[in-house]
Nanobody, 125 residues
Framework: QVQLVESGGGLVQAGGSLRLSCAAS????????MGWFRQAPGKERESVAA????????DYADSVEGRFTISRDNVKNTVYLQMKSLKPEDTAVYYC??????????????????WGQGTQVTVSS
């Protein structure tokens, strides 16, 4: 089993930046593809970004392409989400997740096995 703990959320003005971190413990981190997802109040959870086990491949939702960057450090057992040019519509609870799926990177949330508790990101206009 993998335990995931997100950090780095907060309040930022539109146009600003934040970097989220997700620290993993438990099983071998490099065995897992990783993803970031978000859920705004009253809305369904949506995918944001995903990265393969090695970090060599990434995928992004259209809504964040070009503004967000996912990366990972397999020595520090951490995955990151660098967010730039933030918009009020980016406001949500952001979750990281881990997958053992052969399909990597994947934005399909139903393929993820483990989830963190989430960190709140609020973008003011």
């Amino acid at each position: 089993q993998v335990q995931l703990v997100e950090s780095g959320g907060g309040l930022v003005q539109a146009g600003g930046s934040l970097r989220l971190s997700c620290a993993a413990s438990g099983r071998t981190f490099s065995n897992y593809g990783m993803g970031w997802f978000r859920q705004a109040p009253g809305k369904e959870r949506e995918s944001v970004a995903a990265i393969s086990r090695s970090g060599g491949s990434t995928d992004y939702a259209d809504s964040v392409e070009g503004r967000f960057t996912i990366s990972r450090d397999n020595v520090k057992n951490t995955v990151y989400l660098q967010m730039k040019s933030l918009k009020p519509e980016d406001t949500a609870v952001y979750y990281c997740a881990a997958t053992l799926s052969w399909l990597q990177p994947t934005l399909r949330s139903n393929l993820y096995n483990y989830w963190g508790q989430g960190t709140q990101v609020t973008v003011s206009s």
